[in-house]
C-alpha cells in the first residue's frame, strides 16, 4: 500500500492517492482540486488505473475536482449518504459564502453508509461514519492508515459551525475514533500527518473523548 499526498486549492486540503501496489490500482480521497502536478502524476500512473474516488465529506474543498478527475480516469465517485445534497447545494457545500460561482455538481456513483467497504485491487477499505463537520462527514480506514478528513487533525478537529455541523455528533465521533484498536497513521484532510495515539496524547479533543469512552 502507497500513499501519496498533494495540497492545494484555497483551503490548502489534502488530496491522497492510494494505490495498492500489487494490483497498481488506485484511489482518488477528496480531490477538491485538479493541479497540473496531479495530472503529470496521473499520467505516469496511468489513468485507467485510477478506479476510485472517495469523498470525507460534501465541502466544495474537498469535491471541487471531482468531475476533472472523473474526466480524466472514469472513476467511480464514492460520498457519504449524509452528505448526498452537498453537491449541488453551494449553500450546503460552502461555495456560495468561501467560493463564488464555483461549480461542484456532480452524480455518485455510490453513496456510502457506516461499515460499508469498497474494495481497490487486493484491499479492504472500510467506511466509518463520524458525523460532526458535517452531517455525512466519514473517515476511511485501508490497512493501517485512517482518512479522517475535517473531522480529526493534528492537534485539532474540524469546525462544527457550518450547515450541518453538531458538536455533540462530533463528540461522538471522536469517541468512536479514540476506541479503535490500533496505532492508525492519520492522513486529515488539513495539515500534517499524525497517528492515531499521538492524538489521543496531545490532541486536547481526542484526548478527553478517549479519557470518556474508557471511563
Avoid at 84 to 95: E, M, T, Y
Avoid at 136 to 149: C, I, K, R, T
Wanted: proline share 5%.
Amino acid at each position: 500500500m502507497k500513499i501519496d499526498r498533494f495540497s492545494g486549492g484555497s483551503l490548502g486540503t489534502n488530496c491522497y492517492f492510494l494505490t495498492d501496489e500489487e494490483t497498481g490500482q488506485i484511489a482518488v480521497i477528496d480531490p477538491g482540486f485538479v493541479s497540473g502536478r496531479m495530472e503529470r502524476y496521473l499520467a505516469q500512473a496511468g489513468a485507467s488505473n485510477v478506479v476510485l474516488c472517495l469523498l470525507t465529506h460534501g465541502h466544495f474543498d474537498h469535491i471541487g475536482g471531482v468531475d476533472r478527475l472523473r474526466e480524466l480516469t472514469g472513476a467511480k465517485i464514492c460520498l457519504p449518504r449524509g452528505d448526498a445534497a452537498f453537491p449541488a447545494d453551494p449553500s450546503l457545500n460552502l461555495g456560495s459564502m468561501l467560493a463564488p460561482g464555483t461549480d461542484c455538481r456532480f452524480r455518485p456513483d455510490r453513496l456510502l453508509d457506516d461499515g460499508d467497504t469498497v474494495r481497490l485491487g487486493n484491499l479492504s477499505i472500510r467506511t466509518l461514519h463520524t458525523p460532526g463537520h458535517t452531517a455525512g462527514s466519514s473517515s476511511f480506514l485501508a490497512g493501517d492508515a485512517l482518512f479522517s478528513g475535517d473531522t480529526l487533525m493534528e492537534g485539532s478537529v474540524g469546525r462544527t459551525d457550518f450547515p450541518t455541523g453538531s458538536w455533540g455528533q462530533m463528540t461522538s465521533s471522536l469517541k468512536k475514533l479514540a476506541a479503535l484498536s490500533g496505532n492508525y497513521r492519520v492522513y486529515p484532510g488539513h495539515g500534517e500527518s499524525t497517528t492515531l495515539e499521538e492524538e489521543k496524547k496531545f490532541n486536547p479533543f481526542l484526548k478527553d473523548a478517549a479519557g470518556e469512552s474508557g471511563s
